[in-house]
T-cell receptor
Framework: ETGVTQSPTHLIKTRGQQVTLRCSSQSGHNTVSWYQQALGQGPQFIFQYYREEENGRGNFPPRFSGLQFPNYSSELNVNALELDDSALYLC????????????FGPGTRLLVL | EDQVTQSPEALRLQEGESSSLNCSYTVSGLRGLFWYRQDPGKGPEFLFTLYSAGEEKEKERLKATLTKKESFLHITAPKPEDSATYLCAVFNYGQNFVFGPGTRLSVLP
């Protein structure tokens, strides 16, 4: 069974640029959630996708957007990067959109200069 | 607004010294409470899910319990490899997962 994978592992961008992060869900899972984790803090929920539709969103501005593909992989896009966007971005997959246990990937470390 | 707090913020134990971590929550409608372990620079690793007050789950040296307002993660006779940050999260009827800030546990040999 393949776990959740994310790419890239690390990324450096400058303020104002755009970034796309990718996630492949665990085999058999149709739901993907994205989180932002600042250093020393717990993960903050960005949004969740279930069967290619957004299924819940946290308190993040519209410049954070996402997609889920028919194979249930997902992308997180962030436009107009700000310095405060520097964080570990985590993807988690689960088998339904109803609060089932989420399994996390290793994360993408984003640094905005 | 749903909130999760965890205490203590950091905990240092000697190997074999048992203790408990606390997760207190305020949520509009609890659908599940989750415990995760996170090693530095890595993604959280699932430990337990609890759904109703009175429920208990065990795994090796760890035992999680749930009441209507809080959850405890009991660590019995910890080993240095148990050192990590332990995260608590709640899932609410708004389809949101809300994480606490975590407890950093260090177990000294």
């Amino acid at each position: 069974e393949t776990g959740v994978t994310q790419s890239p592992t690390h990324l450096i961008k400058t303020r104002g640029q755009q970034v796309t992060l990718r996630c492949s869900s665990q085999s058999g899972h149709n739901t993907v959630s994205w989180y932002q984790q600042a250093l020393g803090q717990g993960p903050q929920f960005i949004f969740q996708y279930y069967r290619e539709e957004e299924n819940g969103r946290g308190n993040f501005p519209p410049r954070f957007s996402g997609l889920q593909f028919p194979n249930y992989s997902s992308e997180l896009n962030v436009n107009a990067l700000e310095l405060d966007d520097s964080a570990l971005y985590l993807c988690a997959s689960s088998s339904t959109g109803e609060g089932e246990t989420q399994y996390f990937g290793p994360g993408t470390r984003l640094l905005v200069l | 607004e749903d909130q999760v707090t965890q205490s203590p913020e950091a905990l240092r134990l000697q190997e074999g010294e048992s203790s408990s971590l606390n997760c207190s929550y305020t949520v509009s409608g609890l659908r599940g409470l989750f415990w995760y372990r996170q090693d530095p620079g890595k993604g959280p690793e699932f430990l337990f899910t609890l759904y109703s007050a009175g429920e208990e789950k065990e795994k090796e040296r760890l035992k999680a319990t749930l009441t209507k307002k809080e959850s405890f993660l009991h660590i019995t006779a910890p080993k240095p490899e148990d050192s990590a940050t332990y995260l608590c999260a709640v899932f609410n009827y708004g389809q949101n997962f809300v994480f606490g800030p975590g407890t950093r546990l260090s177990v000294l040999p």
